[in-house]
């Protein structure tokens, strides 16, 4: 699993979502491109922390924030998930693999069979993550976890994106 430091360029990311395939090359946002992993339809948490950001779709993109959610879900249940959830409007991707979550430094976990919410994990998924990468496609910021809980609010995320850009604050945490 790899760090990634602030300041520096993040890997390529290439996916599928619903709307289509994605790049992150081909992304051009007038202040951050969001990516926030999620572990799949499998996870209560997820359905929640994914409505607060549908909610706040528009807000993030008044900010100038070009927004990706995805998983390791396969196509059907991230479909499953955007419809059961009610978050349409969300770039929803899928099909994340163990190579592309090893190079942005998020953790993995083994499926555990059915969850309390009933529905079976995957085998293997991926754990949360949540990136905000400028237009030079360098990280700003991340947040990864090894568990569903204690995510960062979208409000908080908003407000900070606020203050970033209003006083030109720079990305922090890049020394070793």
Known sequence: MVALKPRATTPDLNI?????????????PENFTMVVV????HCPICKNYLKELSRLADDFAAKGVNSLVLSSDTEERALQASTEWEIQNLTM???????????????????????????EEPNEFTEPGLFLIRPDHTLYWSNISTMPFARP???EVLGAIE???SKNYPARGELI
């Open 16 to 28: 599928n979502t619903l709307k289509g395939p994605w790049s992150l090359t081909q992304q051009s």
């Open 38 to 41: 999620y572990r799949g339809l």
């Open 93 to 119: 991707g899928y099909g994340l693999t163990v190579e592309q979550s090893q190079a942005w430094g998020l953790h993995r976990s083994a499926g555990r069979g059915i969850t309390s919410i009933g529905i």
């Open 153 to 155: 609010h979208f409000k």
């Open 163 to 165: 203050f970033a850009v």
